[in-house]
Nanobody, 124 residues
């Protein structure tokens, strides 16, 4: 069982930066691939970024590639999402998720545990 708690969301102007963090409970954190997803108002939840258990592989959605960076610290049981050059269309609730699957899953069904989400609002 893994419990995930996101933090770091807030209000930022377009062009600004935010760093989201996800703290995980459980001794087996390092065995899970981790991902970030987001859900904008009136839209379905979508994939943002994922990182393998060893941090050797990362995958990004095209919409955030070059602006967002996912990282993890297995010693601290945390995963982070550094978001730069934010745009109003990045406004959403951001969710951290953990997957027992191999590699870097991008599909939501591959994820076994989810956090409650943190709101990110980017003003124009």
């Amino acid at each position: 069982q893994v419990q995930l708690v996101e933090s770091g969301g807030g209000l930022v102007q377009a062009g600004g930066s935010l760093r989201l963090s996800c703290a995980a409970s459980g001794r087996t954190f390092s065995r899970y691939a981790m991902g970030w997803f987001r859900q904008a108002p009136g839209k379905e939840r979508e994939f943002v970024a994922a990182i393998s258990w060893s941090a050797g592989s990362t995958v990004y959605a095209d919409s955030v590639k070059g602006r967002f960076t996912i990282s993890r610290d297995n010693a601290k049981n945390t995963v982070a999402l550094q978001m730069n050059s934010l745009k109003p269309e990045d406004t959403a609730v951001y969710y951290c998720a953990a997957s027992k699957g191999l590699g870097v899953p991008t599909r939501q069904p591959a994820y076994d545990y989810w956090g409650q989400g943190t709101q990110v609002t980017v003003s124009s």
